[in-house]
């Protein structure tokens, strides 16, 4: 009688490992091939970092937490790669805050004929030229005397990078506001893309083509940069899904060829726990309103005093960071729902 009993339980000790056995096997290939996914991950993108050779803006008194603190971010679209993007005019600049309290993003684009004081040059002349002159530092120092706020991050990003990040993610979904033609950047060819007004999925050259045009826009830069904010929107709904979850890879090693920026690997997982959950609907686009002048046979874009003002006191009450009663008063009257 024992022995039966001691034969059924090794029965029953054998079925349980043909069962525990594959599925060990399986968390531990998980286990590894996440494991080697994050070492991948960390190699590509350590190749993208460059600290600046400062620990904080000049306009910070103390270093911020990206986990824990209001902090900015200047993005970079450089149009000239070929000094490694050294020399390239900025093709795009966007500003974006994030709160970890209202848990919100605020987007701010700046034309690139924006008329400014250059910094470090005693000069007035349009924005984008600030990266042509002195690198992404002049760049930033430009953006924060202009906008009277520190840049905590940037991050600098070449066309290809753009193409190759918006295909990593199978295309992203906009708006077109009305139809249009924009040639394509790419060397090899000469093609018209066509864009149609209404819904439109988008390629990565597409999506580039969609946010850089601006001379068949009847609202100019105004236009452009709304167009340039929606695709970011776009691109965030897509990085933040979880069926990106797989491509993480493929991105980190797009952005450690392609990108540039002060944002360490450690921060980098901190902001990405801050916000793994974060909605689009939880963007506010800014803009400031501008004019054209023509000046010495140059058109510049010279920012509306009292807009441009409406927009410094959002983003200093954003990062919370101390303002004027008159500014203070600006915020709290044009910024309510």
């Given amino acids: 009688m024992q022995q039966r009993i001691d034969m059924r339980?090794?029965?029953?000790?054998?079925?349980?490992?043909?069962?525990?056995?594959?599925?060990?096997?399986?968390?531990?290939?998980?286990?590894?091939?996440?494991?080697?996914?994050?070492?991948?991950?960390y190699t590509a993108a350590s190749e993208s970092y460059d600290d600046l050779d400062r620990e904080?803006?000049?306009?910070?008194?103390?270093?911020?937490?990206?986990?824990?603190?209001?902090?900015s971010i200047l993005?970079?679209?450089?149009?000239?790669?070929?000094?490694?993007?050294?020399?390239?005019?900025?093709?795009?600049?966007?500003?974006a805050t994030f709160n970890p309290e209202d848990e919100k993003l605020k987007l701010l684009s700046l034309p690139r004929d924006t008329l400014v004081d250059i910094a470090g040059r005693g000069t007035?002349?349009?924005?984008?030229?600030?990266?042509?002159?002195?690198?992404?530092?002049?760049?930033?120092?430009t953006v924060e005397q202009f906008l009277d706020i520190p840049i905590d991050y940037f991050a600098a990003v070449n066309f290809d990078a753009f193409i190759n990040i918006v295909d990593i993610l199978n295309g992203v979904q906009v708006d077109v506001p009305f139809d249009f033609e924009q040639r394509t950047i790419r060397e090899s060819g000469n093609e018209d893309l066509q864009f149609k007004e209404g819904p439109m999925e988008l390629d990565g050259e597409k999506a580039l083509a969609f946010a850089r045009m601006r001379k068949q826009?009847?609202?100019?830069?105004?236009?452009?940069?709304?167009?340039?904010?929606?695709?970011?929107?776009?691109?965030?709904?897509?990085?933040?899904?979880?069926?990106?979850?797989?491509?993480?890879d493929d991105l980190a090693n797009e952005v450690g060829a392609n990108v540039k920026t002060n944002m360490k690997i450690s921060e980098g997982l901190g902001f990405y726990r801050e916000y793994s959950d974060f909605s689009t609907s939880n963007i506010d686009k800014l803009a400031y309103e501008t004019y054209t002048q023509?000046?010495?046979?140059?058109?510049?874009?010279?920012?509306d005093e009292q807009s441009l003002a409406e927009v410094k006191a959002t983003l200093k009450q954003h990062l919370e960071l101390e303002t004027s009663d008159s500014q203070a008063e600006t915020y709290n009257t044009t910024d309510q729902p």
């Fill in 9 to 41: 339980k090794q029965k029953k000790k054998k079925r349980r490992r043909r069962i525990l056995y594959p599925i060990l096997a399986f968390f531990l290939l998980l286990a590894c091939g996440v494991g080697y996914m994050l070492v991948q991950t």
């Fill in 56 to 71: 904080k803006s000049e306009l910070r008194e103390e270093e911020v937490s990206i986990s824990d603190d209001p902090i």
């Fill in 75 to 95: 993005l970079l679209g450089v149009e000239d790669y070929s000094t490694n993007g050294d020399n390239g005019r900025t093709d795009t600049m966007i500003v």
């Fill in 124 to 141: 007035k002349e349009k924005i984008a030229h600030a990266h042509a002159y002195g690198g992404k530092e002049m760049a930033i120092k």
């Fill in 217 to 248: 826009d009847p609202r100019g830069d105004i236009g452009r940069n709304e167009r340039q904010q929606q695709v970011i929107e776009a691109i965030i709904d897509k990085a933040t899904s979880l069926s990106t979850v797989t491509k993480v």
């Fill in 294 to 303: 023509t000046i010495d046979r140059i058109d510049y874009e010279i920012p």
